[in-house]
């Protein structure tokens, strides 16, 4: 008898339990989200590629697709294009120079996309700026190259992109894990009063972001440390309403095919989130290769409910769609 009663006081524990948590992350019981998702254009209105068979090592401007615009990724052309489709962020990557400027350049050496040799930031500004950033990209294995001569004197230094945008919003990525470039950033967006520097955010490697956000406390700011000092103990722990001191005044790019995992997603996660000052940003398949939500296909996949930040390299056949 004893054992029976034990059992069954065992049993409607583990019943109340599981109702606790269902109803704790259930989206049935929350505050409903409304309007359209937020989109993110990852290097501006740039040139994609199949993202298969992809290596650290693959140059992607000799693979792109028939292009179906004119425009070149991280250039200031293509960011107006960008926000114009309608972006509400534009990520840039950005490298040091010889000279104290930062670039505004995908990769980390120049042979790729340019006429140019070498390591990127082992160049001076004025190097950079004679360089044809659109004279590598091919879609037809080198037979032409649409965008040769085009893009002459169009790698911007960060300072030009913020200047030109001074009300839009801009994610910087840290195309090193140095964490003195980290130091270098905070120091080059000092100069810009506080309002500016809220309409930016940043990621890269642990050092750097690490850097950066000792000195630039109220920046958001992104890293796999700080994604995993949030996620990790959110997805343990998440489920009693608990939210990690590590997943507040950050940014967070959760891949969809975690998404799932996490408890009360996506309305009560993303409310969670905005009450932490953190914003979520969806990115396509499981995180590689910056895949994005590109075509009508892919928003599809987009849950219900989901109005948070969505990472796309096709701002201007998504936005449409979506707003």
């Known amino acids: 008898?004893?054992?029976?009663?034990?059992?069954?006081?065992?049993?409607?524990?583990?019943?109340?339990?599981?109702?606790?948590?269902?109803?704790?992350?259930?989206?049935?019981?929350?505050?409903e989200r409304s309007g359209d998702p937020t989109l993110l254009a990852h290097v501006a209105m740039s040139?994609?590629?199949?993202?298969?068979?992809?290596?650290?090592?693959?140059?992607?401007?000799?693979?792109?697709?028939?292009?179906?615009?004119?425009?070149?990724?991280?250039?200031?052309?293509?960011?107006?294009?960008?926000?114009?489709?309608?972006?509400?962020?534009?990520?840039?990557d950005i490298h040091p120079t010889k000279d104290g400027e930062f670039a505004?350049?995908?990769?980390?050496?120049?042979?790729?996309?340019?006429?140019?040799?070498?390591?990127?930031?082992?160049?001076?500004?004025?190097e950079l700026k004679k360089l044809d950033v659109g004279y590598g990209y091919t879609a037809d294995n080198g037979k032409t190259y649409p965008f040769r001569g085009k893009g002459i004197g169009l790698m911007p230094t960060l300072n030009e992109v913020l200047i030109h945008f001074p009300d839009k919003e801009f994610l910087i990525n840290i195309k090193s894990d140095d964490a003195n470039e980290g130091v270098k950033l905070a120091e080059?967006?000092?100069?810009?009063?506080?309002?500016?520097?809220?309409?930016?955010?940043a990621y890269g490697g642990n050092h750097p972001i690490d850097a950066l956000k000792k000195y630039l406390p109220n920046l958001?700011?992104?890293?796999?440390?700080?994604?995993?000092s949030c996620l990790i103990p959110y997805i343990a722990g998440g489920w009693t309403g608990?939210?990690?001191?590590?997943?507040?005044?950050?940014?967070?790019?959760?891949?969809?095919?975690?998404?799932?995992?996490?408890?009360?997603?996506?309305?009560?996660?993303?409310?969670?989130?905005?009450?932490?000052?953190?914003?979520?940003?969806?990115?396509?398949?499981n995180g590689g290769?910056?895949?994005?939500?590109?075509?009508?296909?892919?928003v599809e996949r987009i849950p219900a409910g989901y109005n948070g930040m969505v990472w796309t390299n096709r701002v201007d056949i998504i936005a449409p769609i979506i707003k």
């Open 242 to 285: 608990y939210i990690p001191g590590a997943c507040e005044n950050t940014q967070l790019h959760i891949p969809e095919k975690i998404a799932p995992w996490l408890w009360g997603y996506p309305e009560k996660f993303l409310n969670r989130m905005d009450d932490s000052n953190t914003r979520v940003v969806l990115v396509a398949g």
């Open 188 to 201: 080059y967006l000092s100069a810009f009063p506080d309002e500016r520097i809220s309409q930016l955010s």
């Open 104 to 126: 505004v350049f995908h990769d980390w050496k120049l042979e790729c996309r340019t006429d140019g040799k070498g390591v990127t930031r082992d160049h001076t500004m004025e």
């Open 220 to 228: 958001r700011v992104m890293s796999m440390d700080s994604m995993k």
């Open 289 to 298: 290769w910056s895949e994005g939500f590109d075509d009508k296909q892919d």
């Open 47 to 92: 040139q994609t590629y199949p993202m298969e068979g992809i290596q650290n090592d693959t140059c992607t401007a000799e693979r792109i697709f028939e292009p179906e615009h004119p425009y070149i990724g991280n250039t200031i052309p293509s960011m107006e294009a960008a926000f114009e489709a309608g972006a509400d962020v534009v990520e840039l």
């Open 1 to 31: 008898m004893k054992f029976k009663r034990a059992l069954k006081r065992t049993a409607l524990i583990f019943l109340l339990l599981v109702l606790f948590m269902f109803a704790n992350n259930s989206n049935l019981f929350t505050k």
